[in-house]
């Protein structure tokens, strides 16, 4: 939480605003320069645009893609209102493509700041299209592998694609970066509420007021989020505990191996055998590494 934070008022005083961070928040949230799309097309062509920017990186990054084909759409009318934006997989066969669904209740209340590329970067490419694609597609794989799913792994791997902003040609803009900051403190503030509600002692009450003090979240948003923990217990943290350990382990073997770690070769690896409870990853990719040595 403090690295995220300070990272975030480093970000406000760059662009030379005056006020603390609950207000910068706030001017993010509603001035208008940050809403600029029309029509629903507008908003669908600013996820292509970032498909279009982040091509070129990614052929260094990974060495092996999906076949399955992928589209981005925009969520059905009939359950936009209920719907967040979220990735359907595609068939095995590549007879139906992965979707990356947004949905578009009003274009002109679409907020550049909300954190479009980390959003795409999570749910779309490289996030859980590569993983999900890559597993289904592996026919090597028993078929309960083929389809199976471990959240620590898999939200793990889509919230580390996330970190990959930057070196993929994102995050040049100090809103979007913002936004991807954002979403990424929202992510640590369950470390926090989660155990707090579960091993700690604190009540809903504390756990709302914590959130809404450390991100720009309403009550009805935070009083939502707060429920889902106190209901699955540990679901929320595991996006930052498979973030945190794929970083770990890819810092451990760029130590162990120097100029012999290749970045795509490890995002194959990792990527190959599909989701697994993370000690069997770690192991498994402790092997590839002494391998490389």
């Known amino acids: 939480m403090k690295r995220i934070r300070t990272e975030m008022e480093r970000i406000k005083d760059s662009v030379g605003f005056k006020g603390d961070l609950k207000a910068f928040f706030g001017y993010m949230k509603t001035d208008k320069k940050f809403m600029p799309y029309k029509t629903p097309e507008d908003v669908l062509n600013a996820f292509r645009d970032i498909q279009k920017r982040i ?29 967040s934006a979220e990735y359907n997989q595609g068939s095995p066969d590549g007879s139906r493509p992965g979707i990356f669904y947004v949905p578009i209740i009003d274009a002109t209340t679409f907020n550049t700041t ?6 795409f970067l999570h749910e779309a490419i490289p996030g859980h299209h590569y993983q999900i694609s890559l597993q289904q597609e592996n026919e090597g794989l028993p078929k309960f592998r083929r389809f199976a799913w471990f959240g620590a ?8 694609c996330e970190s990959l902003g930057k070196e993929l040609g994102l ?12 979403d990424e403190i929202h992510r640590a503030i369950r470390l926090v509420v989660d155990v707090g509600i579960h091993l700690k002692g604190m009540t809903r009450e504390e756990a709302i007021k914590y959130m809404m003090e450390n991100e720009a979240i309403s009550e009805q948003g935070a009083t939502a989020e707060i429920e889902r ?7 929320a943290l595991s996006y930052k505990i498979g973030a945190l350990k794929i970083r770990e382990l890819r810092e451990k073997y760029k130590n162990q191996l120097g100029s012999k770690f290749n970045l795509a070769a ?26 490389m040595k």
């Open 171 to 182: 995050y040049t803009d100090p809103y979007q970066y913002m936004g991807a900051l954002g």
């Open 114 to 119: 909300s954190g479009f590329e980390s959003l």
């Open 266 to 291: 490890f995002h194959d690896e990792l990527l190959k055998d599909g989701v697994m409870p993370l000690d069997v990853m770690e192991s498994k990719m402790d092997a590839w590494a002494n391998k």
């Open 55 to 83: 091509d070129p990186n990614l052929k260094t990054m990974f060495g092996r893609t999906p076949k399955t084909p992928f589209e981005i759409r925009q969520t059905e009318a009939f359950r936009a209102a209920s719907a």
């Open 229 to 235: 923990y106190m209901a699955i217990p540990g679901q």
């Open 153 to 160: 792994m898999g939200e793990g791997w889509a919230l580390y």
